[in-house]
């Protein structure tokens, strides 16, 4: 089954623990990102990765790293998490930009900083 | 910034009334994505245009390009639409950005 698996679903950590959200998915997908759910702001970009090794900036980028070491996954990196990093966050994969094809996302992770 | 506009932000129907949600748009696009969050989280790409309509069962999107504009109909509705609706825009093939949702209650 195609699909995009994130883990964990939920998280509760304290400030300045390194934690790593993971992203993979199963479609052999070039384009995978990341996105903060948050009351009132909706959804924004975090990063985003065109293909292996290849990362850059979303909208929202403050905090958080990302690496591409294969195709398939893509993990979220947060060095040292701060409460304003509590949020829900998604995993999402495509094929490459110029097809436009529909995003896939992940089932969500919620996270929380103590 | 808020390159994306949605409303209404709130819908309420009775049963069996047809639905439109709007998104305007402020910024050029390589296309505009609809997607659908039902309570619980998960997030599914309903549609994905660049162009004219697309209809899928109940459902159906249209875009104005130069009006940069959306629309997202659903006819005959049902509870079980009861879900968030997103509009997301897509630049340049890389960046996305996103309407904060219009929530719809379709009462039985």
């Known amino acids: 089954e195609a699909q995009v698996t994130q883990n964990p679903r939920y998280l509760i950590t304290v400030t300045g623990k390194k934690l790593t959200v993971t992203c993979s998915q199963n479609m052999n997908h070039e384009y995978m990102s990341w996105y903060r759910q948050d009351p009132g702001l909706g959804l924004r970009q975090i990063y985003y990765?065109?293909?292996?090794?290849?990362?850059d900036k979303g909208d929202v980028p403050e905090g958080y790293k990302v690496s591409r070491k294969e195709k398939r996954n893509f993990p979220l990196i947060l060095e040292s998490p701060s409460p304003n990093q509590t949020s829900l966050y998604f995993c999402?994969?495509?094929?490459?930009?110029?097809?436009?094809?529909?995003?896939?996302f992940g089932s969500g992770t919620q996270l929380s900083v103590l | 910034k808020n390159e994306v506009e949605q409303s209404p932000q709130n819908l309420t129907a009775q049963e069996g009334e047809f639905i439109t949600i709007n998104c305007s748009y402020s910024?050029?696009?390589?296309?505009l994505h609809w997607l659908q969050q039902h309570p619980g989280g998960g997030i599914v790409s309903l549609f994905m245009l660049s162009s004219g309509k697309k209809k899928h069962g109940r459902l159906i999107a249209t875009i104005n390009i130069q009006e940069k504009h959306s629309s997202l109909h659903i006819t005959a509705s049902h509870p079980r639409d009861s879900a968030v609706y997103i509009c997301?825009?897509?630049?340049?093939?890389?960046?996305?950005?996103f309407g904060t949702g219009t929530s719809l209650t379709v009462i039985p």
């Open positions: 999402a994969s495509s094929p490459p930009g110029n097809t436009n094809e529909k995003l896939f």
């Open positions: 997301a825009v897509r630049i340049g093939g890389n960046q996305f950005y």
């Open positions: 910024v050029g696009i390589s296309a």
């Open positions: 990765s065109m293909n292996v090794e290849v990362t």
